[in-house]
């Protein structure tokens, strides 16, 4: 299915059109239905008036798909090596939040471990961290979990929504408990000076919905999620590819 298929081509617009805050680039890895391995695209440039990503929402369907804007990180630089998803050994990570300060951060990744993401942001990072623990034996829940609580332990109130895909799972992570939103650094000089929809009250809400088909959808706030379910805060969910129930953890 594609995300129109799911929630419709006025509900795509709508999230299209958040490109114009979040303008830092966008990017999408998918599973297809010809083979199981992740692809993977994304670029530097504003999302809201690309075509492509028009495509990617309306006409491209897919057996599971992560779809990202990014509004960078301030001090982030905003290169296509940077731009969510990342991608690493068949997994495909997105993120919104930020985890500070990222120099001390960046202290508990060795270079090479770095090197293997991609990237010099505080994503790449955390996404390191989590490759680590998978090294060691760790399934992709468990390890993702434990990074997280490892993190929340160590800095203050990071912002941690996670998206990460495999052919096999996708685990889904709300953490922003605390997390502090620099609405001074928001551009909102494409949007007559207003934030979209959710943005002042409920920037870092997370919602989704099972459709009757078994199909199931995440989002982050923008859109209207009447008739959805809240992700609640500190949790993790693992949502199986294939048919199957989910599995919530507590962080």
């Given at each position: 299915m594609s995300a129109a298929d799911l929630i419709g081509a006025d509900e795509c617009r709508q999230w299209q059109d958040l490109g114009l805050l979040h303008a830092d680039g966008w990017g999408t890895a998918w599973i297809s239905e010809q083979t199981t391995a992740i692809k993977r695209f994304r670029t530097p440039e504003e999302g809201a008036d690309d075509p492509r990503l028009t495509a990617v929402l309306d006409r491209?369907?897919?057996?599971?798909r992560i779809t990202h804007l990014r509004m960078a990180t301030a001090g982030m630089a905003e290169l296509a090596?940077?731009?969510?998803?990342?991608?690493?050994?068949?997994?495909?990570?997105?993120?919104?939040?930020?985890?500070?300060p990222v120099e001390r951060l960046r202290e508990f990744v060795t270079p090479a471990e770095l090197a293997e993401v991609g990237g010099t942001t505080?994503?790449?990072?955390?996404?390191?961290?989590?490759?680590?623990?998978?090294?060691?034996?760790?399934?992709?829940?468990?390890?993702?979990?434990?990074?997280?609580?490892?993190?929340?332990?160590?800095?203050?109130?990071?912002?941690?929504?996670?998206?990460?895909l495999t052919s096999q799972e996708m685990?889904?992570?709300h953490a922003t408990e605390g997390t502090a939103i620099l609405y001074e650094h928001f551009d909102t000089s494409h949007l007559g000076g207003r934030l979209p929809l959710d943005h002042e009250d409920h920037y870092y809400r997370m919602s989704w919905q099972r459709l009757p088909t078994g199909a199931t959808i995440v989002s982050s706030s923008g859109l209207d999620h009447k008739g959805w379910r809240l992700i609640g805060q500190n949790?993790?969910?693992?949502?199986?590819?294939?048919?199957?129930?989910?599995?919530?953890v507590r962080l």
């Open positions: 491209e369907p897919a057996v599971g090596e940077n731009t969510h998803p990342f991608l690493a050994r068949g997994i495909a990570l997105a993120h919104n939040g930020s985890v500070h505080d994503t790449a990072i955390v996404f390191a961290l989590i490759l680590r623990r998978i090294s060691q034996g760790e399934g992709l829940l468990t390890a993702t979990v434990a990074t997280v609580r490892m993190l929340r332990e160590v800095f203050d109130h990071p912002g941690m929504n996670l998206l990460l685990i889904v992570v949790t993790a969910m693992r949502l199986p590819v294939s048919p199957g129930a989910e599995t919530s």
